[in-house]
Nanobody
Framework: VQLQASGGGLVQAGGSLSLTCAAS????????VGWFRQAPGKEREFVAA????????AYADSVKGRFSISRDNARHTVYLQMNSLKPEDTAVYYC????????????????????????WGQGTQVTVSS
């Protein structure tokens, strides 16, 4: 599967952005999907994830209550709605997919783990000005 992340941009603090992760090559419906981000000089970190069946969602504590992940399997797309953005949200955002053909129930800890993901899209830059 190939992943294409888009929707980044420049926004003022308190504003909103919606990121899109579009899949091609295979149906996204068999993948658990996560969003990660990497700020300059920092390691990549987990942001949010959703299981293939929507049975599990997970969020980093830093974005809980402000960000929302959703998916539309019919459109082969996963979204990350980001509200109340802060300057510390500035980063390159990546979407990633983990094949889950058998529909296994994976816990939050697994969904949060970067090494669990098999496929990565290119990043999209999000810049939040103060």
């Amino acid at each position: 599967v190939q992943l294409q992340a888009s929707g980044g941009g420049l926004v003022q603090a308190g504003g909103s952005l919606s990121l899109t992760c579009a899949a091609s090559g295979r149906t996204i419906s068999i993948y658990d999907v996560g969003w990660f981000r990497q700020a300059p000089g920092k390691e990549r970190e987990f942001v949010a994830a959703v299981s293939r069946s929507y049975s599990t969602t997970a969020y980093a504590d830093s974005v809980k209550g402000r960000f929302s992940i959703s998916r539309d399997n019919a459109r082969h797309t996963v979204y990350l709605q980001m509200n109340s953005l802060k300057p510390e949200d500035t980063a390159v955002y990546y979407c990633a997919a983990k094949e889950n053909f058998w529909g296994l129930i994976r816990g939050v800890a697994t969904l949060r783990t970067e090494d669990e993901y098999d496929y990565w899209g290119q990043g999209t830059q999000v810049t939040v000005s103060s």
